[in-house]
Every structure is written in C-alpha cells, then in structure tokens.
Nanobody, 124 residues
Framework: QVQLVESGGGLVQAGGSLRLSCAASGRTFSSYGMGWFRQAPGREREFVAAISWSGGSTNYADSVKGRFTISRDNAKKTVYLQMNSLKPEDTAVYYC?????????????????WGQGTQVTVSS
C-alpha cells in the first residue's frame, strides 16, 4: 500500500510562485517514476509533469514548460513541483501520483497510486 500526501498549495497572485511537495510512504519510492497532474473545475484531469526514478528524465506539459520544475529526493521519499510565473489558468487541484514503471510517464493510466490533491488558486 502506498500513501501520498501533497502540501504547499494555496492562493497566490498571478506572476507569483509556489512549491508543492508530495511525501510518499509504504513502497520502494526510488524505483518508480512520479508525476503531477491537475484538475480544474469542469475539466478533466490533465498531465503537468513527470520524473523518472532517478530524476534523470523529466517530461512537462507544453502549458507549463519553462515555468514549472519537477524534482525528487529519494532519501526523503518526496517529489516537488516548483511553479513560477503562475497564471490564473494554472488554478486547479494538483495531484501527485506514483507510476507503475520507472520512467517519466505522461499518461494517467500509467499511474498506480494517487494523492488526495492540494488546491492551487492564482488570482489575476
């Protein structure tokens, strides 16, 4: 069994920054890829960023490239999402997830476990 706990969400003005954290427990964290997804009201969950087991490979949605950075600390069993230059359209509930494989998977079906989510609200 895997438990994921996200933190770091909140309210920020456009142009600001937030850093999300996702702490994992209950599984060999360092063997699997990790990802961040988000879901805005009335919209489907969408891919944001993913990182491979070693951190050596990352993938990003086009909408966040150059603004968001995913990283991980395997010793702390934590994955991070640094979000800079935030826009109102980044407003959503952000979820972290553990992949079923070692790579930086971009599709939601490739993930086995999900956190409860953390709200990010960007005001204009």
């Amino acid at each position: 069994q895997v438990q994921l706990v996200e933190s770091g969400g909140g309210l920020v003005q456009a142009g600001g920054s937030l850093r999300l954290s996702c702490a994992a427990s209950g599984r060999t964290f360092s063997s699997y890829g990790m990802g961040w997804f988000r879901q805005a009201p009335g919209r489907e969950r969408e891919f944001v960023a993913a990182i491979s087991w070693s951190g050596g490979s990352t993938n990003y949605a086009d909408s966040v490239k150059g603004r968001f950075t995913i990283s991980r600390d395997n010793a702390k069993k934590t994955v991070y999402l640094q979000m800079n230059s935030l826009k109102p359209e980044d407003t959503a509930v952000y979820y972290c997830a553990v992949s079923a494989a070692a790579g930086a998977t971009v599709v939601a079906v490739g993930y086995s476990y999900w956190g409860q989510g953390t709200q990010v609200t960007v005001s204009s």
